[in-house]
């Protein structure tokens, strides 16, 4: 058996503008500085947690932090 050829004209893939997705994650990461300063001061650095961070920001925990990688510092 084999496969026909494609008879019609495939398009070439669109180019990826990831200029929204760059700013998105950017806010996020601003969200998460600003909530945990912010808990920081309340709670200070010791009483505060990633789960009390991530609720702040409305962000899930792995958002924050995967093991061995801490994602908010990246840029």
Do not use: C
């Amino acid at each position: 058996m084999s496969i026909p050829p494609n008879s019609r004209h495939v398009k070439p893939p669109r180019r990826y503008d990831s200029t929204r997705r760059r700013a998105q994650a950017a806010q996020t990461r601003q969200d998460i500085l600003k909530a945990a300063l912010q808990l920081f001061l309340e709670g200070g650095y010791a009483g505060t947690t990633i789960n009390d961070v991530a609720a702040a920001a409305g962000v899930a925990v792995e958002t924050i932090s995967r093991p061995r990688r801490v994602l908010w510092f990246e840029r």
